[in-house]
């Protein structure tokens, strides 16, 4: 996978983080250090679950060697289809949180970074290397976090946040897609 895969799939996958700080900020305003520990809370889950799937798809890699593209193409369609159904279903003021409660901001921040601990598995399965994926995905989720607290604070419309969850899904879906025209390439 490309660097530009890569790229695309933590965009993804950090919407989602974008998120949960937007409805926090939006919901109960936040300060710049509480930016910050959002912020650092949602990169840290997301690049360790991306590590520890990625280090899961080691222990049975070998049985699933003639599967794995294709797993991998699955995965990313149905997470990204299912991504798009939650941005539909969930009403926003549903999905906001008082991210200023420590054990409030770990739960968030454990709830937001499954998806990225599936990918994690998906692409250790097709040997994309742990480095440079993961902090990437780290930091793109620092910094759309960042991003949606100070959007929460000035835009007044809580339909962004599903919006940003609606693109994610169709990011790691175009994904998918991309893997598959690899996939048929390389057979």
């Known amino acids: 996978m490309s660097m530009q895969g890569i790229i695309i ?3 993804g996958l950090s919407l989602i983080s974008f998120s949960m700080a937007f409805l926090s900020s939006f919901f109960k305003c936040q300060d710049l250090p509480g930016t910050l520990k959002i912020s650092f809370f949602q990169a840290a889950f997301q ?3 991306y590590t ?4 899961l798809s080691l222990s049975f890699k070998g049985w699933l060697t003639q599967m794995a593209w294709p797993l991998v193409i699955f995965i990313l369609v149905m997470l ?19 991210l200023s ?12 970074s499954i998806n990225t601990f599936i990918i994690g ?6 040997n994309v290397d742990l480095i440079p994926a993961m902090p990437v995905i780290a930091l793109a989720s620092f910094v759309l976090s960042i991003l949606g607290v100070i959007l929460g604070k000035v835009s007044g419309n809580v339909k962004y946040s599903q919006l940003a969850e609606a693109l994610g899904g169709f990011l790691i879906i175009f994904m998918g897609i991309m893997l598959m025209v690899e996939y048929i390439n390389l057979l």
């Open 9 to 11: 799939i933590a965009l």
């Open 80 to 98: 990204g289809l299912k991504m798009l159904l939650v941005s539909r279903k969930a009403k926003p003021a549903e999905k906001a949180f008082d």
């Open 52 to 55: 520890l799937g990625w280090l």
């Open 101 to 112: 409660q420590f054990r409030i901001l770990i739960g968030v921040s454990l709830a937001a």
């Open 121 to 126: 598995l998906a692409l250790g399965l097709i």
């Open 47 to 49: 690049a360790a679950m």
